[in-house]
Nanobody, 112 residues
Framework: QVQLVESGGGLVEPGGSLRPSCAAS????????MTWFRQAPGKERELVAY????????NYADSVKGRFTISRDNSRSMVYLQMNSLKPEDTAVYYC?????WGQGTQVTVSS
């Protein structure tokens, strides 16, 4: 069964950093592109970052470009989202996605 389990969210002050991770299982992780989405209360879920199967191609939402870095470790079936210079508007539940499969999300709150 496909499983995507996010962790590593939390409460951080503006300007701080977090590195949520997503542990994947139940599929051939190394052959799958992966994405991070986020959803703030009252807003539609939005794509944050994308990474292809081997990690050689990435893309980011304009709002996070230069601050967030998506990466993966295929030997561990893990995908990460390094988030630096966090802003209050980054507050959301962050989700890992593979095709139609979603993790449960991890809450990121940026507040002083």
């Amino acid at each position: 069964q496909v499983q995507l389990v996010e962790s590593g969210g939390g409460l951080v002050e503006p300007g701080g950093s977090l590195r949520p991770s997503c542990a994947a299982s139940g599929f051939t992780f190394s052959s799958s592109s992966m994405t991070w989405f986020r959803q703030a209360p009252g807003k539609e879920r939005e794509l944050v970052a994308y990474i292809n199967a081997v990690g050689g191609s990435t893309n980011y939402a304009d709002s996070v470009k230069g601050r967030f870095t998506i990466s993966r470790d295929n030997s561990r079936s893990m995908v990460y989202l390094q988030m630096n210079s966090l802003k209050p508007e980054d507050t959301a539940v962050y989700y890992c996605r593979r095709l139609t499969y979603w993790g449960q999300g991890t809450q990121v709150t940026v507040s002083s």
